[in-house]
């Protein structure tokens, strides 16, 4: 038997003007699925809190956590679970790498369906459409401020900050060429971090060592050049 994880919220506004009591939730989740054949794990609550912003909310949080693979995460509506676009499209996306479903009884979204599954998928791309949008934006916002030559925080390697302005270290800039030089000929960024070890480059913040997530950054500010 397929398992369940059901999510409901209110506010006490909410309550008293839509009639959305949490038992009313409860009792609709709980309905489908015995209808549907499946074992309700257990149910998070939310109660009196605003849908405003999904982050501040214990239940939500932890009910995605225990939607795992296989199971489905049931919700009165998706207006208990997002009251943004932005929110719901998160949730969409991390439910759909989790490899668990999504059920909102008065939208009658199912992804447990064909035709639920391709809803799905369609909150996925529109995800991935709109992290790439603000990627976009922000690297024509960096791109825009080196070619000023204005500072964006921190200060990349390979440059100093002189009364507000970016001036190219020299030997930085070498080590920055080198760097590029060795990914493009496929060594990994934990490769990489290790050659620059090995030669007692100080890294630019002033840390012991250079580790895989410090060489990425250096190739993700070259890529705004």
């Given at each position: 038997?397929?398992?369940?994880i059901g999510y409901i919220r209110v506010s ?55 939607a795992t693979k296989g199971t489905a995460l ?152």
């Open positions: 038997m397929p398992h369940a006490t506004q909410e309550q008293v003007t839509e009639g959305v009591s949490l038992a009313a939730q409860r009792a609709r989740i709980e309905a489908w699925c015995v209808a549907n054949g499946y074992e309700l794990d257990t149910i998070f609550t939310d109660a009196g809190i605003s849908g405003a912003t999904m982050n501040k909310r214990e239940g939500l949080q932890a009910a995605l956590k225990a049931v919700a009165y509506s998706i207006s208990r679970l997002a009251r943004s676009t932005r929110d719901m499209l998160t949730i969409a996306d991390d439910l759909e790498k989790r490899g668990a479903d999504l059920v909102s009884l008065t939208e009658k979204i199912d992804t447990t369906s064909a035709a639920g599954r391709m809803v799905f998928r369609m909150l996925a791309v529109l995800s991935e459409f709109e992290r790439d949008q603000i990627s976009e934006r922000t690297i024509a916002a960096l791109r825009h401020k080196r070619k000023r030559g204005e500072v964006y925080a921190p200060v990349p390697f390979g440059y100093t900050q002189i009364e507000g302005r970016l001036i190219e270290v020299r030997e930085e800039a070498r080590i920055v060429r080198d760097i590029l030089k060795l990914r493009e000929a496929g060594a990994t960024l934990r490769t990489i971090a290790a050659y620059l070890n090995r030669n007692r480059v100080q890294p630019k913040q002033g840390g012991a060592a250079w580790y895989a997530s410090s060489v990425r950054a250096v190739l993700q500010r070259q890529a705004v050049a």
